[in-house]
Structure formats: C-alpha cells, structure tokens
C-alpha cells in the first residue's frame, strides 16, 4: 500500500505560532551516507532552549523512518527531563502518520513503540511548524547523519567539539 501523499500548502508563511514549551525536532537521511540522524530542541513557555539533543545511528529504510525515529527519541527524553508533552515538526507525512497509523502499514513497528510511549504522554500533541521556525533541530540531525563516527549528545548548549549551526 502506498501511503497518502500530504499536501504541501504554502500557508506556513502566514501561520502564526507560539512556541513555548514544545519540543521541535527532525531527522535526516540520504541514500549514500552510513548514518540517519536525529535532533531535538526542548524550549520553555518563554520560548528559551531549555536542552537539545543529536544523535546518529545506523542508516534507516528512509527519510520518513527517522523522522520516527526522532520523534520517539525526542519523546523517551521528555519523559526523563522535562514535563513538555507537546512536539513540532515540519514533517507533513510524520504528522498524517500519527493522526492515521492505519494507512502507513510499513512502519506498523515504529509506530507502535511510539503509540507505547505516547500512554505515558497524557496531553500528547503534535504540531507542524513552518521549516524557518525548525532550522535548530534539522541542523542537529543533519550534523549527526554526517558525523563520521557514533554520536550522542544531550545538553544545554552546542559542545565545542560539534560545528556551529549557520546562525550562531
């Protein structure tokens, strides 16, 4: 079965946001590099990054298979450092994915540890945000996929030892 194709509207341009105590992340892949990678940024009700966290592991089926990835491990580190129940992504099909599991059979697996997960999440909510407003936790990700080594890291602030995001 192939999925539904989510439409691409034009309207994040105009969509007005308020991103207090979310929790905004993504995850990237390509065909040819040995790594996915995911990244997270937690913020607070007044929208200062509170923690962050980037990570690689081994390459995945597909761009969309990590951006599941991301969500659930985004979500495993809510649970241990923050009381956010509240997720962002720029992610269309991730989102439609979330709302309609039924339709995406081939990722029956990933979506149910996530669905295992979502119990411990009483106000579990999930949100599309315009890329422009997600460009920390795509830097994140797409620094971990091109990490030529096993990587890790949760803080509060970008280690010395990983590249400056363009804006910083």
């Not at 892949?29 to 009700?45: E, I, K, L, N, Q």
């Amino acid at each position: 079965m192939i999925p539904p194709q989510v439409r691409d509207s034009n309207n994040d341009v105009n969509q007005v946001l308020s991103l207090g105590n979310i929790c905004l992340l993504d995850g990237s892949w390509t065909a040819s590099d040995r790594f996915s990678g995911c990244g997270w940024v937690w913020m607070d009700s007044r929208e200062d990054i509170q923690l962050m966290g980037t990570r690689n592991f081994t390459r995945c089926e597909s761009a969309l298979h990590s951006e599941v990835e991301a969500l659930r491990w985004a979500m495993e580190n809510m649970l241990q450092h923050s009381p956010c129940q509240s997720f962002g992504t720029d992610g269309k099909e991730l989102i439609a994915m979330i709302n309609e599991p039924q339709k995406w059979p081939r990722f029956a697996t990933e979506l149910e540890k996530r669905e295992t997960l979502q119990i411990c999440f009483p106000d579990f909510k999930i949100t599309h945000v315009p890329r422009l407003c997600n460009q920390f936790p795509d830097f994140l990700a797409k620094t971990a996929r091109s990490f030529h080594r096993e990587l890790l890291f949760i803080g509060c602030c970008i280690p010395v030892w990983l590249p400056r995001p363009p804006q910083a």
